[in-house]
């Protein structure tokens, strides 16, 4: 009985750079959710994938940042061009339905630190 | 847009003692949820609230859902050393999104 898994779970790179963060969520949930986590804030919604509908994209800060879901299991954010400011906690999380509330499950996240 | 303020920012409190925090929106929910964070990992949902003046208990945590539906208070009794984490409010944005408050950083001191 897993829960959802972020790789890697640290990742420092350098200013400029692209970088890949992954999710594995919980087997059997259709909804998967991206999140920012600056230093000291709170959770900042990115994006959300509900089955195969279109994902909700309205979070995503700049269109540096993308994100996608391969067979409506494992999720992919990339950051084209870091930028120092993207530095935080990414946190992923699933759910066993969308719509108005179902309890959501979060990985540990991936801290990413830009140089 | 919408906005949750949570207070206070942080806490510094001796074991034993009991905890209060609060959570206010500038605007109505009709869900507000209580998640802790312990470091290095994902919030874990510790308590839901979905109709106004609810009041919720899970073990020594209680969870009360304002009647105005702009506010919920977390309360925390007999607090442990493994209380400490960082405690968010948040409520559904609409289409299964949440929006969090900045978070309540507790401490305490055996």
């Known amino acids: 009985g897993a829960g959802v898994s972020q790789s890697p779970s640290n990742k420092v790179t350098e200013k400029g750079k692209d970088v890949e963060l992954r999710c594995d969520p919980i087997s059997g949930h259709t909804a998967l959710y991206w999140y920012r986590q600056s230093l000291g804030q709170g959770l900042e919604f990115l994006i959300y994938?509900?089955?195969?509908?279109?994902?909700?994209k309205s979070g995503l800060p700049s269109d540096r940042f993308s994100a996608e879901r391969t067979g409506g299991s494992v999720s992919t954010l990339t950051i084209q061009r870091t930028q120092q400011e993207d530095s935080a906690v990414y946190l992923c999380?699933?759910?066993?339905?969308?719509?108005?509330?179902?309890?959501?499950?979060f990985g540990p996240g991936t801290r990413l630190t830009v140089l | 847009g919408q906005q949750l303020n949570q207070s206070p920012q942080s806490m510094f409190i001796q074991e034993g003692e009991d905890v209060s925090m609060n959570c206010t929106s500038s605007?109505?929910?009709?869900?507000w949820l209580w998640y802790k964070q312990d470091p290095g990992e994902g919030p874990v949902l510790l308590i839901a609230l979905y109709k106004a003046g609810e009041l919720t208990s899970n073990g020594r945590l209680t969870a009360q859902f304002g009647i105005t539906r702009k506010d919920s208070f977390l309360n925390i009794s007999a607090s442990i050393p493994s209380d400490v984490g960082i405690y968010f409010c948040a409520g559904p944005l609409g289409g299964g999104k949440l929006i969090f408050g900045q978070g309540t950083e507790l401490s305490v001191k055996p």
């Open positions: 999380a699933s759910s066993a339905a969308g719509g108005p509330y179902n309890e959501q499950f």
């Open positions: 605007s109505i929910f009709n869900t």
């Open positions: 994938f509900q089955g195969n509908s279109a994902p909700d």
